[in-house]
């Protein structure tokens, strides 16, 4: 649119080949001085898309990434004068949408120039006040990532063949370990009950075949810092102490009170805990690295339970 402005063998290997690491980062360098007239200036809201929006497009594209330190808080982040600069000089902007960044819609509105813009929850039909988190979906990321390509070869026509071949690439090679690891975990622990901090898990989990049973508003709430209900901490401390979850999964960028007093809770139960984030993290890591550590700890927490299980210390007594 154009706008103003793998098992616990597996997993093990899988966990060596992500410490090695996929090459790239959230932002590409440029290009080669032989190609210089033919690099798309692109700038994305959440490095997330744009660690994405860098590796496909290569040496022909030049990726700024606004919200870059996992310390920030992408609901509530406060746009500078130096980021409308960037939107304002871009070719195209990736914009999460969903609510998630309206800021973004500010600032090219104030501008009188012209910039394609891929608003991810437009193009996957969720509207505001659903779930924003839309890179924890894998079908959405290739939805995302077939989108941002065929951006690229409309902006960059002469090197559309390149655009394909880094696409090609990325999916079959790049995403590897990540498609490997959320194969593994469904295959191995598909219908397995868990529990979460927030609405970001909510995505992820019915792709690993995962029975998320937190309830949804405690998620949402969580998530969107608004109040959560004295039932919903009742169910879920209810869950804790009679070991109905196998794992509880947190948001370790946003730990809450009530968050905290659950983490407390699922380590007196013995119930294993895994952690994700809102953003890469570190934050020069890959949007494949990061993903992929995630699903790795994920599993070995499923693996955990299971044998805490086995050994009899979660009795639920």
């Known amino acids: 649119m154009t706008r103003s402005v793998a098992g616990r063998l597996t997993g093990l290997a899988l966990m060596a080949a992500v410490t090695a690491g996929c090459g790239g980062g959230s932002t590409s360098p440029g290009s080669t001085s032989s190609s210089a007239e033919r690099v798309v200036r692109?700038?994305?809201?959440?490095?997330?898309?744009?660690?994405?929006?860098?590796?496909?497009?290569?040496?022909?594209?030049?990726?700024?990434?606004?919200?870059?330190n996992?310390?920030?808080?992408?609901?509530?982040?406060?746009?500078?004068?130096?980021?409308?600069?960037?939107?304002?000089?871009?070719?195209?902007?990736?914009?999460?949408?969903?609510g998630y960044d309206p800021w973004v819609d500010k600032l090219l509105s104030a501008d009188s120039g012209t910039v394609t813009t891929?608003?991810?929850?437009?193009?996957?039909?969720?509207?505001?006040?659903?779930?924003?988190?839309?890179?924890?979906?894998?079908?959405?990321?290739?939805?995302?990532?077939?989108?941002?390509?065929?951006?690229?070869?409309?902006?960059?026509?002469?090197?559309?063949?390149y655009f394909a071949a880094r696409q090609s690439s990325f999916e079959s090679s790049a995403l590897a370990h990540y498609d490997a690891a959320i194969a593994s975990i469904k295959e191995h622990y598909s219908g397995t009950p868990v529990?979460?901090?927030?609405?970001?898990?909510?995505?992820?989990?019915?792709?690993?075949?995962?029975?998320?049973?937190?309830?949804?508003?405690?998620?949402?709430?969580?998530?969107?810092?608004?109040?959560?209900?004295?039932?919903?901490?009742?169910?879920?401390?209810?869950?804790?102490?009679?070991?109905?979850?196998?794992i509880y999964v947190y948001n370790s960028q946003n730990v809450t009170p009530d968050v905290q007093t659950q983490l407390d809770e699922a380590e007196a139960a013995h119930i294993p805990v895994a952690t994700i984030t809102e953003t890469l993290e570190p934050a020069t890591a890959t949007f494949q690295q990061w993903q992929t550590r995630q699903l790795l700890a994920i599993e070995a927490a499923l693996a955990r339970s299971d044998a805490l299980a086995t050994s009899g210390h979660q009795s639920g007594d």
């Open 42 to 68: 692109v700038a994305a809201a959440e490095n997330v898309w744009g660690s994405i929006a860098a590796q496909l497009g290569g040496a022909h594209a030049h990726v700024v990434s606004v919200i870059t």
């Open 118 to 161: 891929l608003d991810v929850g437009a193009l996957l039909g969720v509207p505001d006040g659903g779930n924003p988190h839309r890179w924890y979906d894998p079908a959405d990321v290739r939805t995302v990532i077939a989108r941002l390509v065929a951006d690229y070869r409309r902006l960059d026509p002469a090197d559309r063949a």
């Open 195 to 246: 529990g979460a901090s927030e609405s970001i898990f909510s995505v992820l989990a019915p792709a690993l075949g995962l029975d998320l049973i937190t309830p949804p508003a405690f998620l949402k709430a969580i998530s969107e810092g608004s109040d959560v209900s004295v039932a919903d901490k009742q169910t879920i401390d209810t869950q804790i102490r009679d070991h109905r979850i196998a």
């Open 70 to 98: 996992p310390n920030t808080d992408p609901h509530a982040y406060e746009p500078t004068a130096a980021d409308a600069r960037t939107l304002a000089a871009s070719q195209l902007v990736i914009e999460n949408g969903i």
